[in-house]
């Protein structure tokens, strides 16, 4: 169960990718880019160091039923340049009494990430784009970066390293 449990973050991103590419809800509340207003999960990154991994500036995404239990947080970016828009998703999902954590469910060829937490990984293209996650004792957190767009639209593998970083990042704050 504590697996399964772990392997939620890519379900979660998959149905943020599908609510944005339909649409979403228009009478949610509006994206935010005020750093005070972070809580959980999204005070954990400051969003100058998301807009930077997007490349322009990030918004946090309102959650996606209102007085839902926040475990993630949902940073967003559209690029309006081009035949088509890019969007920019970079989930970060906190998870206590986790268990133990399995990167295959996030794609092959995960990678090990020295000194972080008790397990550490990197997919660098994994099934949702690319994930670092860790476990520390019983907390679990994972990161995934994806971009959906045209074929002019970059690759999240690209920024793998930057999404490791940002993940020390969020493991420093929680401390």
Do not use: K
Not at 99 to 113: A, F, N, V
Not at 138 to 164: C, F, H, K, M, N
């Amino acid at each position: 169960m504590s697996i399964r449990r772990a392997s939620l973050g890519p379900l979660v991103v998959l149905a943020l990718l599908l609510t944005a590419a339909c649409g979403g809800d228009d009478d949610a509340d509006p994206p935010t880019t005020d750093e005070s207003q972070a809580e959980g999960p999204c005070a954990l990154l400051p969003i100058a160091d998301v807009s930077d991994l997007f490349g322009r500036d990030a918004e946090v995404a309102p959650p996606a039923a209102e007085g839902a239990a926040t475990t993630s947080c949902l940073w967003e970016a559209v690029d309006e340049d081009g035949e088509f828009p890019t969007r920019h998703q970079l989930q970060l999902s906190v998870y206590e009494n986790g268990g133990e954590l399995d990167p295959r469910s996030y794609g092959e060829g995960s990678e090990p990430i020295e000194d972080l937490g008790d397990e550490a990984f990197v997919v660098r293209e994994g099934t949702l784009g690319t994930t670092a996650g860790y476990r520390d004792g019983d907390r679990t957190v994972i990161l995934t970066y994806a971009i959906v767009g045209g074929e002019d639209a970059p690759r999240p593998a690209d920024s793998a390293d930057q999404v490791v970083d940002l993940l020390r990042a969020a493991a420093a704050s929680s401390d």
